[in-house]
């Protein structure tokens, strides 16, 4: 009978050192607002682990984050960027509503996905760093956003963003439809 309890104690720790580094990535890596996500990133045409991503790395899924520069929410939009998106797409409310928040920044993701053909880095350039700065950049000729983004601040964002957004489709899947208990069975 001892060995029996000696097993089965060994099997449940073998099983939660398994499980770590997925507690560990779900600390660093959290979802929230998944139903939202959800639906606007399927609404517009993006993956949900980058809205999720974009997300995490904006303000750490804090409803009420600011910026230095007035952005807010989850998705750290400024004002005239909401602004931008509302009017040409007639999504209404207060920006700094998370639901809305997330609608309108991932409209806003999607809008970037069709101007810069999908180049995801340069999506996230953008997002970081402004539009104008990304297409200055561009106009020089021969910028490839794998090597050549000027700030370091934007280039580890989208180095981030990117590597976040892997951590998500392997925790939650690639829909972020997948919450797996941490033993097999839960």
Do not use: C
């Amino acid at each position: 009978m001892l060995v029996v309890v000696f097993s089965l104690v060994a099997l449940v720790a073998l099983l939660g050192a398994l499980a770590a580094p997925d507690l560990v990535r779900r600390v660093t890596h959290p979802l929230e607002y998944e139903a939202e996500i959800r639906d606007s990133a399927a609404e517009f045409g993006v993956e949900p682990s980058l809205v999720a991503a974009v997300i995490n790395a904006e303000s750490r899924f804090d409803p009420e984050a600011t910026s230095s520069r007035g952005a807010y929410g989850l998705m750290q939009l400024l004002p005239e960027t909401a602004r931008f998106v509302s009017e040409r797409t007639g999504i209404s409310g207060d920006y700094r509503d998370p639901e809305t928040n997330i609608r309108i920044g991932t409209r806003y993701l999607s809008y970037l996905q069709s101007r810069y053909e999908g180049d995801e880095r340069l999506v996230l350039a953008a997002y970081n760093s402004g539009e104008g700065r990304v297409d200055r950049w561009l106009s020089k000729g021969d910028f490839d956003a794998s090597r050549d983004i000027p700030f370091a601040e934007t280039r580890d964002y989208v180095r981030n963003v990117t590597e976040s957004q892997r951590v998500y489709e392997n925790l939650y899947g690639e829909h972020l439809d997948q919450r797996p208990g941490l033993l097999p069975g839960s």
